[in-house]
């Protein structure tokens, strides 16, 4: 099917178009024509005026729209964290689980598997998220599941995985590093946090992990005498880091002066949650924020397109890099920026349209 977007100004990811509209054939962008050349065997769609950049990827989210993931994993979960993802601005997602039973974490990977095996959309896999993380900077995870691995653990995992698995957030300092080797060897995106590492253990587990989950949440900071894992970040020259961008997980400032320091190694997260009442993890939603019952913070309310706008409104990130943040930068991460993240001839035609005060009106 050939079909041609008109009428919109584009961000590319590396320009922004006025006057020029997509040509797009089988899903697949092959080019751009003026708007005033459009070939006459081309679908037209107008666009009226809005904005179009490379659809969002979110690679840490729990729920949405009244399911959480961990609590229950299912199709429905699965379905509806997609449907708050599309509102919000994203294509594709990583479904997350934080620290559980190894039954609940079975049933995540054969509910994944089923979902994925049905032609289910959206969701290239699994993000894990624990249970090999400090207890000392579990946050909101669960105390009684938090322990260090084995390798016979790491190699059932992966065995009963069977490639649906795409993430695992572990604390380094918690893990040998034959049990990273071996997770990277398969094909897993190794990632440094809830971990309470000295700078010096952060240094030398960042020799083998180059992605950090969340940055300075969950994670042993910077001090003065003791530059912990955030020091580490800092002073490494290549290691990239996920943020929570709403204000409440990291203040605005330090959003920019890491953004200073990090550059294009900084990409958006929502860390999102939704309220539930049953089950190990209970979040409860409070102004803009979600916490366990005891106050303890344990999620976002964010979309990705909110984080998006927090960066340009509070940071003063301009809209491109912005929006580079929440779509190639985790393409990259993914290693697929190769056909998605950027508007450009052979990239696939992943969009989201969004007005001037940055509201999503479609994701196509």
């Keep these: ?48 005026g809005n904005n179009i950049a490379p659809a969002f990827i979110d690679l840490q989210i729990y729920g949405g729209n009244g399911y ?12 509806a964290t ?26 995540a ?18 993000h894990l998220e624990g249970p090999w993380i400090n207890p000392e900077k579990r946050g909101a995870h669960i105390l009684e599941y938090i322990h260090r691995p084995t390798l016979d653990e790491a190699k059932k995992l992966i065995e009963e995985a069977e490639g649906v698995v795409k993430m695992i957030t572990l604390a380094p300092e918690m893990v040998d590093e034959e049990i990273v080797d071996y997770l990277q060897t398969n094909g897993i995106i190794v990632s440094a946090g809830h971990t309470n590492a000295t700078y010096k253990q952060a240094m030398k587990g960042l ?21 912990g894992m955030v020091g580490a970040i800092y002073d490494h020259p290549s290691v990239c880091c996920s943020l929570v961008a709403d204000g409440v997980h990291v203040d605005y400032t330090a959003i920019k002066i890491s953004k200073r320091i990090l ?17 190990p993890y209970q979040h409860v939603f409070k102004n803009d924020r ?47 920026d190769d056909k998605t993240g950027l508007i450009g001839r052979g990239y696939e035609a992943s969009f989201v349209v969004f007005d001037n005060e940055m509201n999503v009106i479609d994701v196509i």
């Excluded at 899903?27 to 006459?40: A, C, K, L, Q, S």
Aim: proline residues 3%; charged residues 20%.
């Design 1 to 48: 099917m050939k079909q041609v977007i008109t009428n919109a100004t584009i961000y590319t990811g590396k320009e922004i178009l006025k006057g020029s509209a997509i040509l797009i054939n089988d899903g697949v962008i092959v080019g751009f024509v003026y708007d005033t050349d459009i070939p006459e065997d081309y679908e037209v769609r107008d666009l009226g």
């Design 263 to 279: 550059g294009e190694r900084l990409w958006l997260i929502t860390d999102a949650v939704s309220a539930t009442a049953d089950g």
């Design 207 to 227: 020799e083998k992990i180059n992605i950090v989950t969340h940055l300075f949440n969950a994670m042993s900071q910077f001090q003065s005498r003791e530059p």
């Design 109 to 126: 990977i054969a509910i994944t598997k089923q979902y994925l095996n049905s032609g289910g959309k959206g969701m290239p896999g699994l």
């Design 68 to 79: 959480l993931f961990s609590a229950d994993p299912s199709t429905e979960a699965i379905e």
């Design 82 to 107: 997609y449907k708050y993802c599309l509102e919000g601005g994203a294509s594709k997602f990583l479904i997350t689980a934080a620290t559980n039973s190894s039954v609940v974490f079975s049933k």
């Design 290 to 336: 979600y916490t366990l019952p005891n106050g303890t913070l344990s999620g976002s309310a964010l979309t990705m397109m909110k984080a998006v706008k927090n960066c340009i409104e509070h940071v003063g990130i301009d809209i491109q890099e912005s929006l580079r943040m929440a779509s190639l930068y985790p393409a990259k991460i993914l290693g697929i």
